[in-house]
């Protein structure tokens, strides 16, 4: 079984201020690793995700993360947030081969101010 | 592309009744379906993963009877919750994976289910 942990449940932040949400997870197998954002009242959008290969993930909206396989972490960044990044931001991980069943962490919400 | 869409967008419905909610991926075929519930700021908990043409695989502790799900098609599926409660309230959530196969899962909007 999988578990992912997202440490932070808030992390309040000012506008173009670097970010980074913190995302640790468990598991006995190789997983591939995701970040969604969702917005209030919305379903969840994929920002990026690592499934092999290079250990830095670029995605949308100029977020990027890096899978640590020692540390076993997945840690979201942007170097220069905006306001409209305001949202939940959820990890997730899925073992390869399987129907995809994702394990979500509890999610971290991301407030950015002026 | 990888479109999903959700209906009703909201619904409010009496304590007693059944609602039944639309999943469709509207640009891509996906043989796997999976509905998600989400309490208020918590994370996502899978409720059941849905195959076109067989049944639903339920996560454990989810009623099956309460909660039927129905993939009629490669790209429809339905939700539907009997005899709702006030506990039934909450945010559901599906998504679809595509036929190629690709570990992507497409998420929907989301439904605001409110039991009165």
């Known amino acids: 079984a999988q578990s992912v942990t997202q440490l932070d449940s808030q992390v309040p932040v000012f506008e173009e201020a670097p970010v980074e949400l913190r995302c640790n997870y468990s598991s006995s197998v190789s997983v591939y690793l995701f970040w969604y954002v969702q917005y209030p009242n919305q379903g969840l959008q994929l920002l990026l995700k690592y499934l092999s290969g290079s250990t830095l993930v670029k995605g949308i909206n100029g977020f990027e993360a890096e899978f640590n396989k020692s540390q076993t972490s997945f840690h979201l960044r942007k170097p220069s947030v905006h306001i409209s990044d305001t949202a939940e931001y959820f990890c997730a991980v899925t073992p390869p081969g399987t129907a995809s069943k994702l394990t979500f962490g509890t999610g971290t919400r991301l407030q950015v101010t002026l | 592309g990888a479109v999903v869409s959700q209906h009703p967008s909201r619904v409010i419905c009496k304590s007693g009744t059944s609602v039944k909610i639309e999943c469709r991926s509207l640009d891509f075929q996906a043989t796997t379906m999976f509905w998600y519930r989400q309490f208020p700021k918590k994370s996502l908990m899978l409720m059941a993963t849905?195959?076109?043409?067989?049944?639903?695989?339920?996560e454990q502790g989810v009623e099956k009877d309460k909660f039927l799900i129905n993939h009629a098609s490669l790209t429809l599926s339905t939700l539907t919750v009997t005899s709702a409660h006030p506990e039934d309230s909450s945010f559901y959530i599906c998504?679809?994976?595509?036929?190629?196969?690709?570990?992507?899962?497409?998420f929907g909007p989301g439904t605001r289910l409110t039991v009165t």
């Open positions: 849905s195959n076109e043409g067989s049944k639903a695989t339920y």
């Open positions: 998504s679809a994976r595509t036929r190629t196969g690709s570990d992507e899962q497409y």
